[in-house]
């Protein structure tokens, strides 16, 4: 780590939090507005968080191919899609994907056709040319050729990286980001940093399940900062699992509404179709508080097409550089509050301070909770069951030897395991429908009439607040009677 720490303040202009794709793009895009960029990356970055472990399958399209990318990313996400993000996004994938050389990010054309299931040739994907590949080399696992690249690129252009320090609070002047509170990995310690933008890019939260295929580090932090600095979340009901080779007669099962656990045995929890509310320009409910990646997808809809999570990082990280980059050079830097510090040290001494369950322990519980009651078959009894455990998980003051800087970061994460949880479970009851790849086995069929619309969660005070806002449309507005049911990246099915 930087010798930051022994500075009595931390400053910078840009405040990136996460060290994967997302945030590695913001990070260098934000620099060349000639901002100054400090990276804060819980792990390592570049060696942590989804993307060095991605199969590293990226969009590829040409701005002929724009419209047919646009119609099959609508298709597959069932149309909850916000088609305005989406509008930039097929837009901008189109350079910042092959952009990516300039940062020395080697990259090979594979056809698309063969990540068709074999008795589905003709679905998603068969028109659009083909994907992007990284290309792997000797002593580099594959995707590692995307990120440690981008991190070479960021540190000789002057981006400052802090890696092994958690981001555990945005701080705000004014209903504005101003900073973050951050703790020290090594020693346990809080300090504050102060910036004039934020960027989260801390990916999604598959980790809170009992059965993931994430790395461990994806606990959903960037939803527990935003939603607790005010900024509100969308469609965090729509999680993503895989892998499940869906057939016809597990597609009939979801719809037959029969708890089964086959069903359950063969997924995992992948990827998050909803998080922080951005607009176009990535930047949240709270001025100068941005988000971009896995943790700010609004565009993706029920489900997605494969590479488009990893291109969606990249063109909206490089969407979040840019302007945190140029908003930074028109604000002035605000004098951050003591207070903010003091709160958050209170806060984490409540949370470590019990004498019962260790934070393992509660790290456990929450991960079964979620497997159990609201992952990929639920029903309204299992999601009420959900938050009123999760909601006691939340309380929970947690045992931590004095001094065990470890212990104190995981319960840290415990905490905020349970209170992401807890939003995806009361966000999950709002749908009463099965749609793409959100699963109730007690409403097995879609439902436009009634469930043609995003979920919306806002804080007031310690209260969560549910709205439900209208599908941003611009080209394709109506939805078809059966929009598609799917599971993982690739197999889609048409409706029965
Ligand atoms: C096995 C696997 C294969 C995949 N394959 C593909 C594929 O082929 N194509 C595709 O498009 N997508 C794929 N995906 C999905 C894709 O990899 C991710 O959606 C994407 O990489 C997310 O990028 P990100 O930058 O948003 O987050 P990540 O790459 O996950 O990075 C998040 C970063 O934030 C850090 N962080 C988290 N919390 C904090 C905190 N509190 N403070 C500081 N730092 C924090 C983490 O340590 C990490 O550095 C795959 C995912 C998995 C798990």
Same mark, same amino acid.
């Given at each position: 780590?930087?010798?930051?720490?022994?500075?009595?303040?931390?400053?910078?202009?840009?405040?990136?939090?996460?060290?994967?794709?997302?945030? @590695?793009?913001?990070?260098?895009?934000? !620099?060349?507005?000639?901002?100054?960029?400090?990276?804060?990356?819980?792990?390592?970055?570049?060696?942590?968080?989804?993307?060095?472990?991605?199969?590293?399958?990226?969009?590829?399209?040409?701005?002929?191919?724009?419209?047919?990318?646009?119609?099959?990313?609508?298709?597959?996400?069932?149309?909850?899609?916000?088609? $305005?993000?989406?509008?930039?996004?097929?837009?901008?994938?189109?350079?910042?994907?092959?952009?990516?050389?300039?940062?020395? *990010?080697?990259?090979?054309?594979?056809?698309?056709?063969?990540?068709?299931? $074999?008795?589905?040739?003709?679905?998603?994907?068969?028109?659009?040319?083909?994907?992007?590949?990284? %290309?792997?080399?000797?002593?580099?696992?594959?995707?590692?050729?995307? %990120?440690?690249?981008?991190?070479?690129?960021?540190?000789?252009?002057?981006?400052?990286?802090?890696?092994?320090?958690?981001?555990?609070?945005?701080?705000?002047?004014?209903?504005?980001?101003?900073?973050?509170?951050? @703790?020290?990995?090594?020693?346990?310690?809080?300090?504050?940093?102060?910036?004039?933008?934020?960027?989260?890019?801390?990916?999604?939260?598959?980790?809170?399940?009992?059965?993931?295929?994430?790395?461990?580090?994806?606990?959903?932090?960037?939803?527990?900062?935003?939603?607790?600095?005010?900024?509100?979340?969308?469609?965090?009901?729509?999680?993503?699992?895989?892998?499940?080779?869906?057939?016809?007669?597990?597609?009939?099962?979801?719809?037959?509404?029969?708890?089964?656990?086959?069903?359950?045995?063969?997924?995992?929890?992948?990827?998050?179709?909803?998080?922080?509310?951005?607009?176009?320009?990535?930047?949240?409910?709270?001025?100068?508080?941005?988000?971009?990646?896995?943790?700010?997808?609004?565009?993706?809809?029920?489900?997605?097409?494969?590479?488009?999570?990893?291109?969606?990082?990249?063109?909206?990280?490089?969407?979040?550089?840019?302007?945190?980059?140029?908003?930074?050079?028109?604000?002035?830097?605000?004098?951050?509050?003591?207070?903010?510090?003091?709160?958050?040290?209170?806060?984490?001494?409540?949370?470590?301070?019990?004498?019962?369950?260790?934070?393992?322990?509660?790290?456990?519980? *929450? !991960?079964?909770?979620?497997? !159990?009651?609201?992952?990929?078959?639920? %029903?309204?009894?299992?999601?009420?069951?959900?938050?009123?455990?999760?909601?006691?998980?939340?309380?929970?003051?947690?045992?931590?030897?004095?001094?065990?800087?470890?212990? !104190?970061?995981?319960?840290?994460?415990?905490?905020?395991?349970?209170?992401?949880?807890?939003?995806?479970?009361?966000?999950?009851?709002?749908?009463?429908?099965?749609?793409?790849?959100?699963?109730?086995?007690?409403?097995?069929?879609?439902?436009?009439?009634?469930?043609?619309?995003?979920?919306?969660?806002?804080?007031?005070?310690?209260?969560?607040?549910?709205?439900?806002?209208?599908?941003?449309?611009?080209?394709?507005?109506?939805?078809?009677?059966?929009?598609?049911?799917?599971?993982?990246?690739?197999?889609?099915?048409?409706?029965?």
């Amino acid at each position: 780590m930087l010798g930051l720490m022994n500075d009595a303040r931390v400053e910078t202009d840009v405040l990136v939090i996460g060290g994967g794709g997302a945030g @590695l793009l913001a990070a260098v895009e934000a !620099k060349k507005k000639g901002a100054d960029v400090l990276i804060l990356c819980k792990k390592e970055t570049g060696k942590s968080g989804c993307t060095p472990y991605a199969v590293t399958n990226i969009t590829r399209s040409t701005p002929q191919s724009e419209g047919e990318l646009f119609r099959q990313m609508v298709e597959v996400g069932s149309y909850l899609n916000n088609q $305005e993000l989406l509008e930039v996004f097929v837009r901008e994938v189109v350079s910042v994907i092959p952009g990516l050389k300039e940062f020395g *990010v080697p990259m090979t054309v594979a056809d698309g056709s063969h990540y068709h299931l $074999e008795n589905y040739p003709q679905g998603p994907q068969e028109n659009l040319p083909g994907i992007y590949n990284v %290309t792997p080399s000797a002593g580099r696992p594959l995707s590692f050729n995307l %990120t440690l690249p981008l991190r070479e690129a960021a540190e000789k252009m002057g981006v400052r990286i802090m890696d092994r320090v958690h981001a555990t609070r945005i701080l705000t002047v004014g209903g504005a980001a101003a900073g973050a509170v951050a @703790l020290n990995l090594a020693d346990g310690s809080l300090f504050p940093i102060s910036a004039k933008c934020v960027v989260i890019a801390t990916g999604g939260s598959a980790r809170i399940y009992e059965r993931s295929d994430n790395p461990v580090d994806l606990t959903g932090d960037g939803f527990h900062l935003a939603f607790e600095a005010g900024a509100d979340l969308v469609n965090m009901e729509l999680m993503a699992f895989n892998p499940l080779k869906i057939t016809p007669e597990v597609l009939r099962m979801i719809r037959s509404g029969a708890p089964d656990e086959k069903l359950m045995s063969v997924g995992r929890a992948h990827y998050n179709l909803g998080g922080i509310l951005i607009d176009v320009r990535a930047e949240s409910t709270i001025k100068n508080l941005y988000a971009a990646g896995e943790v700010a997808d609004g565009l993706l809809g029920a489900a997605r097409l494969g590479g488009t999570a990893l291109a969606a990082a990249l063109v909206f990280g490089a969407i979040a550089g840019r302007e945190s980059g140029a908003r930074a050079a028109q604000v002035r830097r605000s004098e951050i509050p003591a207070a903010g510090l003091e709160d958050e040290e209170k806060r984490i001494a409540a949370l470590t301070q019990g004498t019962d369950a260790s934070p393992a322990d509660v790290q456990k519980d *929450v !991960k079964s909770i979620m497997w !159990k009651y609201a992952g990929m078959a639920k %029903t309204e009894q299992s999601l009420q069951e959900a938050c009123k455990k999760l909601a006691e998980l939340k309380a929970v003051s947690m045992k931590v030897k004095p001094g065990d800087a470890r212990e !104190k970061c995981q319960a840290v994460e415990a905490h905020l395991m349970a209170y992401v949880g807890e939003l995806i479970a009361v966000s999950s009851l709002q749908r009463r429908e099965t749609r793409g790849q959100f699963w109730r086995l007690d409403y097995p069929r879609s439902d436009n009439t009634n469930f043609f619309f995003n979920v919306v969660l806002s804080r007031q005070g310690d209260k969560i607040e549910i709205g439900r806002r209208a599908v941003v449309t611009t080209r394709m507005r109506i939805p078809p009677d059966n929009p598609l049911v799917g599971c993982g990246c690739f197999n889609y099915l048409k409706p029965l």
